[in-house]
């Protein structure tokens, strides 16, 4: 991953619209890190499955867990996988039918995912990714919540990014037609916080109190 | 598909926390009118890939386009294929780590993709789904950006959703930890348009100026 302009593999070397691949491990760990959850690719004998799950990055590593009983996680111990986490950042409106895209930031990884044998760090590692600080407030995981669940691992040598961004490119000769040309922007936002109804009487932490931008206290 | 409560086919049926299975077609087709994209896995010679792309509905049927030289779009014409669309709503903080966990809503489909013949109609639904009324506005395609470009749809037969709404489900055990429990919501949001730099005079149409909430004309 340490030459940008190179793809790792001949399966991670982006084929259309190639001059917006990027092979930076910095670009990819953004993408990544900005993703709560990623699309998993796998292939049994059922057929070829398309499955989201939760996300998180520990250094090169991509991370997912679930259930012992998980097919998911069955399969993917067994077979390749492909991991694809997509963030749309905005409708591009050209002045041909065309020419009209999307802006994105999208990442795709290759390999086999591996058992994490020291769950307690992985999970940690989630809690902090979706809620920092909350790790020491929560009931922490029991023996048995532990027993029944699998995290596994993925390497991220095989993979590649993909990102557009900016305005619309038009052909020369599209450039006068008489329509509003640019973005319209998407990003995912956060609301107010919705505390359970089923009570509770523990104050807000700050980062919900900030979660929806104003301070909701 | 007349069954809310009845998968359509063996890989259809959910099968983790399957009590948040929906076969309702209505259920379904909301998902999709949502998303402006979808993941897209299949299966070839060089492993198992999962693919972003656009995408849109017509009645029974979900499409995605391309350029002819696309490996996906081959690739789709000649194996099954899953497509996933999942929209995440919030993260549900749970009092104990092991039950927090998402809010979403999510549609997988099975099936092979076919080619469109009418590939005009199909090309301004996609406009319309993006832009409305849009179409009428920009420079068409021409015969040469027809002839280049691959409309393939997949009928929503053998397809399931998955929905996970409303607060944490705790333990009766952990109720009482002193700790904030509630969900954070998440959502696609829309920022401001941003006119193209390049310029050209046409006024901002409605659906533009009102994209980014208030009115930005």
């Known amino acids: 991953m340490s030459n940008p302009s190179a793809a790792p593999s001949p399966r991670t070397r982006v084929r259309r619209v190639a001059e917006l691949a990027n092979y930076d491990a910095a670009v990819l760990h953004a993408i990544i890190d900005a993703a709560y959850l990623c ?82 760090a992985a999970m940690e590692a989630l809690m902090e990714h979706l809620a920092p600080g909350r790790q020491a407030e929560v009931r922490g995981g029991s023996d048995k919540e532990y027993a029944a669940t699998t995290v596994l691992r993925i390497a991220l040598d095989e993979a590649a990014a993909k990102v557009r961004s900016g305005p619309p490119l038009d052909d020369a000769e599209d450039m006068a037609q008489p329509v509003w040309a640019g973005v319209l922007p998407l990003a995912q936002s956060r609301g107010r916080a919705v505390p359970d109804p089923a009570g509770g009487g523990a104050a807000m932490p700050a980062f919900v109190r900030q979660w929806g931008g104003a301070d909701s206290a």
Chains 1, 2 share one sequence.
């Open 39 to 120: 699309h998993i690719a796998f292939h049994d004998e059922r057929g070829t499955h398309c499955i989201p799950t939760a996300c998180w990055r520990i250094g090169a590593h991509l991370y997912i867990h679930g259930s012992n009983g998980s097919r998911l996680l069955k399969r993917l111990s067994e077979n390749d996988a492909c991991v694809s986490i997509t963030h749309l950042d905005g409708l591009v409106l050209a002045r041909s039918a065309f020419n009209h895209t999307m802006n994105y930031r999208s990442a795709m990884i290759y390999g086999r995912f591996e058992a994490v044998a020291d769950k307690h």
